[in-house]
Every structure is written in structure tokens, then in C-alpha cells.
């Protein structure tokens, strides 16, 4: 699937515009809901996330396509793709690499593991144990690897794409809260509706559609569409309204755990890639607005009464949402 990036002409921000940005992501959302049915909003929020630069975590029940969406999405970017299956005996050396020992040089050579990719697919994250899963928090946030002492970069673009079951469910691990901070955005797939189910029968029930996707973009692409993004304009006014909801969940008493000052800045980025995907050169209090409950919700924890109540996440940045002035 991947190609020989060294041959690529360099692209930056400066050289594409909304215009292109916005064919881009068309051509990829068109692509993908041929292969995730009834399901346009998901496939919206994971390019949003892809444009902005992000990582994604998807969240639900096995069978509902968490793993189609990451496949999907990997395969519209003609880009080095790598799918870590996380089990509980999968070791740290295992997604980061290990350093091998040579008899006839003495000298040890690294041999990358499997997170160098542009696209990391991570299968059911939460069935790792937590030393496992903290092997991706330096590659997640710093885009590189430590292996004795030594660092390695990551590809430009790097995406993680992790699906994980209901913490809930038998034979997992809930992820720590360092971990889910790493992650952009969270989203569930939800069950399709009867027309997108019975539509997946007909067009799945022969073959995997993922066989008929072909790349809209590559990597080389995908980096600069999304050094443009982050070049829409933010004016101090809208960017003081992302402080204060970002503020107002720390000093909520509906929670107990509030939103990090890195939440902050991933929802400025992802409010720009979702006011690129409306063909905008700046971004909105509607751009932000929208992604609140997508980019925050995984990151802070209700308090105990606010449980007793009945209360979820959703309620409560719903009503800080609304609580805190909006820009003119």
C-alpha cells in the first residue's frame, strides 16, 4: 500500500489551500461511506481528526465496524499502514521496536517495531496490560522513540487509530487517564439503522468493500493539507472562549476530573480542521461548539453525585456549553 516517500516532492502549508483541502476530504468521506454505512457523521469526525493531526479513539461493542472505520480511513491515504492486535501478552518492545545485539560487529542495531507507520491501527487497545499501553503515550504525543537512549522519529503524517470494547466488558483494561488524554477525540459507532443494516447485507454479505477502496491522497499530501489547517486564522477572542469551557470543566461540580490544558489546544486544532471541512478560513464559536463533547468527554470523570443523579458527560458539557459566553 505504501510507496517510496523519499521521491516526493515536499509540500508545505503555504502551497495548498481550503479548496484543495476540502476536495480532499469530500473525495475521502465519499470513499469511506461506501464501506461504513449510515454512518456519515463518524466518518466526518475521523477525517476532522485526521486533518487536524490528531489521534482517534472509537469506542463501543464488538461488531459494530470500529475496526472497518480505522481500515477505511488507513486505506484512503496511500501511506505506510501497520495493525497492532492488543492482546495481553503483547509486550512494549512490540509496538516501539527493540534493539537487537550483533555477535560479529558488537554492535547493536534497532529494529523499528511496529508504530512506525504513517497510519498505526491499534485493535482493541484495552486488552493490553497498562505497561503495554503506555508504550504509545511518547510516540502519541512527541511523535518519537526512546530505545536506549537513543530517539527515532516517527513518520510525518502519524495517526493512531485505536478501537477499544466497554471497559466493562470481560478481559479489559480501562485505559489511565495520561492515556486518553493522548487521543484527540473519542467517538462511538452506535448500531446502524435498519436501511444502512440491511444495506450492508446486500453490498458485504459477497466481500470486504475495503477490497474496492483506493487512496485519494498519500502521506506527502495528508502532511501538508494539514499544515495548512493549522494556518486558519483564531482570532484571541475565540481562542479565550476555548480557556474558559476548557476552565469551566475544572471547576465544575459535576466533575470530578476536568479537562487538561493539552484538551484545550486539540480542540482549538480539531475546531480548525472542522472549519476547513466547511470551506472557512477562520474558525467559529459553532466550529468549537461542535467538537466539545467529541474532544472532551474521555478526559474528565463526573463526580460521585453527579453519578447518583443519573448524570452523563454529555449533560454536563451540554450545560457548560451553555453556562459559558459566547463570543460576538
Known sequence: MGHDQSMDPVLTGAEVGLDEVH???????????????????????????????????????????????????????DSTVHRIQFTPDLLPSDITGVSVFHQDTHTFEFRPGAVFANVVV???????????????LEAMEERQVTADGRTYPLPDPFLVMATQNPFEM?????????????????????????????????????????ADLRPVTDAVKVAALIKAVEKLHASPALQQYVVDLVAATRTSPHLRLGASPRAGLQLLRAARAHAALEERDHVLPDDVQHLVTTVLAHRVILSGDAELSGASVADVLDSIVASVPVPG
Open 122 to 136: 491499534g485493535d482493541e487497545i484495552n486488552r493490553a496490560s497498562p505497561k503495554t499501553q503506555s508504550a504509545l
Open 23 to 77: 476536495a480532499v476530504a469530500s473525495e475521502a468521506q465519499r470513499a469511506m461511506t461506501k464501506v461504513i454505512e449510515g454512518k456519515d457523521d463518524v466518518v466526518r469526525t475521523s477525517l476532522t481528526v485526521l486533518l487536524a493531526g490528531g489521534h482517534l479513539l472509537v469506542e463501543d461493542v464488538p461488531g459494530v465496524g470500529k475496526t472497518m472505520l480505522a481500515k477505511a480511513l488507513a486505506r484512503t491515504v
Open 170 to 210: 470481560e478481559g479489559t483494561y480501562p485505559l489511565p487517564e495520561a492515556q486518553r488524554d493522548r487521543f484527540m477525540a473519542r467517538i462511538s459507532m452506535g448500531y446502524p439503522d435498519t436501511a444502512a443494516e440491511l444495506r450492508m447485507l446486500a453490498n458485504h454479505g459477497s466481500g470486504s468493500p475495503l
